[in-house]
């Protein structure tokens, strides 16, 4: 599943298994025009010094450039809903991607930008003078949200070295750079395809517990991690929140992990931001439990960590992810829960916390 240059212009891979489960989520809005899952990093930024006698708009719109060298993978696009595309673009190329890429909106807030924003094909950037904020927003298939963040904490970095003459970078050099798939970051892990996938449909079969689930129309113990009471907390919501009907279900949500610091170099680093890295499966509790036996539960399942015969077995995970969502029947209902995701200490994924 690596990248193959096609012709002198073009790079092309097949999506991974991972990213096409999480395009086929997204995709269910596609007939609202909307995005059923992305990532929107919002900053706020003052500049200060030499940087806030610069025009804000175009300092920013050349580091968005600049970031696409880094990063070429944010303007790569989908092609036949399988196939991933990137261009080298000439500088004609370049300027019209970053018409339609990076925009300011003087008039709204980040809030406003996210609860209206439609489909498009790439990565995006917007600046916002009104309250001084950045929105980076993307499809969640392209990316995680330690990859978003990542990725914004990259873009201000460039955007403090003041404007960046892009005009004079060796465009077709960044092609190097295109992430791969999570398959592929993590082939070293692969034993035994027999035990994959039954170790697979265990996982699989996690998503069982979705069904029947509840719906809705701190401070932690010493033992308890924060991740973990703030789990707690949101299922205590939902139970708050359901109806009468409803009270005695359980309730079911997300185990999420990040893969990246369970990755080889370069996998692990900063390198591959704009490519989703993330896992997870369903961890059901009963509406009977107290908080605190959800908060150990929780605990408990969190630690639990990634082995590597589950990275071993993830592709085919995915595959049966993928097969389960579209052997659903049309009319299966939508989940209606409040779920959460917890990226840690955001400080040590930028490397921030030394």
Not at 40 to 52: E, F, H, K, R
Not at 64 to 76: E, G, M
Not at 171 to 197: M, N, Y
Request: net charge negative.
């Amino acid at each position: 599943m690596s990248w193959s240059k096609v012709s002198e212009q073009r790079y092309e891979r097949p999506l991974g298994e991972n990213e096409t489960f999480i395009k086929i989520l997204g995709d269910t809005a596609r007939p609202f025009n909307r995005e059923h899952w992305a990532i929107n990093i919002v900053a706020s930024v003052t500049p200060l010094g030499s940087l806030a006698k610069e025009n804000q708009s175009f300092l920013f719109r050349e580091a968005w450039k600049a970031l696409r060298f880094s990063h070429p993978t944010i303007a790569a696009y989908i092609v036949d809903e399988e196939k991933y595309v990137y261009d080298i673009p000439d500088l004609t190329a370049l300027e019209k991607w970053a018409a339609e890429t990076f925009q300011v909106i003087e008039d709204k807030t980040a809030d406003e930008v996210i609860a209206s924003a439609t489909r498009v094909p790439y990565a995006t950037m917007t600046f916002l003078p009104q309250t001084g904020e950045l929105l980076g927003r993307s499809q969640h298939w392209r990316t995680d949200g330690i990859g978003g963040l990542i990725l914004m904490d990259d873009f201000l970095d460039l955007a403090a070295q003041s404007a960046i003459d892009t005009s004079s970078l060796p465009w077709g050099e960044e092609t190097v750079r295109l992430a791969p798939c999570v398959e592929e970051a993590s082939s070293s892990f692969i034993t035994s395809e027999k035990q994959d996938k039954q170790l697979a449909q265990q996982y699989v079969a996690s998503f069982g517990h979705a069904a029947g689930a509840i719906g809705i129309t701190s401070r932690a113990p010493a033992e308890t991690s924060p991740g973990a009471a703030v789990h707690a907390s949101i299922a205590a919501a939902n139970y708050a929140l359901a109806t009468a009907d409803d009270q005695s279900k359980h309730y079911t949500s997300t185990i999420r992990y990040s893969l990246r610091p369970f990755l080889p170099e370069p996998y692990s680093g900063r390198q591959y931001a704009s490519t989703i890295f993330t896992t997870g499966w369903m961890f059901p509790i009963s509406s009977e439990s107290s908080w605190s036996d959800r908060a150990k539960a929780y605990h408990d399942e969190y630690r639990k960590g990634l082995s590597h015969a589950y990275i071993s077995a993830h592709r085919e995970y995915a595959i049966g992810l993928c097969n389960l969502l579209r052997s659903l029947p049309k009319d299966t209902p939508s989940s209606t829960d409040v779920d959460i995701s917890s990226l840690g200490v955001c400080e040590r994924r930028l490397g921030y916390d030394q």
